[in-house]
């Protein structure tokens, strides 16, 4: 085993107009071809396939409440990398709900019996 590498899991969070990521240090308990079974200081064992180490996953089940959370588990040396990805991946997200509500909105505006509202972009 090599208790040399040091795991961390990245996560960021945007709440409305609020954004904060955190690093979190998790302790190596053992590690095989496949994965590595990790801890936290508080917390269950959580094993990380070593294809899944330094891959971004979108923890937002729902957008409501104008909440959008990423994480990911990354080796010690690679946080600033990371938390590069999660921006990406947020910016992506956000670009793509924006993209969403501008058809809806077409949508609505295309109804004969409904004003077209100020503001709308088309």
Known sequence: MNNQIKIVKV??????????????PWRLLLETNRYYEIKPELGPVKRIYKEKLNTVTDETKSYADGILSCSAFCIEDRVN????????K??????????????????????????????STE
Request: hydrophobic residues 40%.
């Open 90 to 119: 947020l910016q992506l997200k956000i670009n793509s709900f924006r993209d969403e509500l501008q058809l809806n909105q077409k949508a609505i505006e295309q109804q004969k019996f409904l004003p077209k509202m100020k503001g």
């Open 11 to 24: 996560s960021a969070e945007i709440e409305k107009d609020e954004f904060d990521f955190k690093v979190s």
């Open 81 to 88: 990398e990371m938390q590069l990805e999660i921006l990406r």
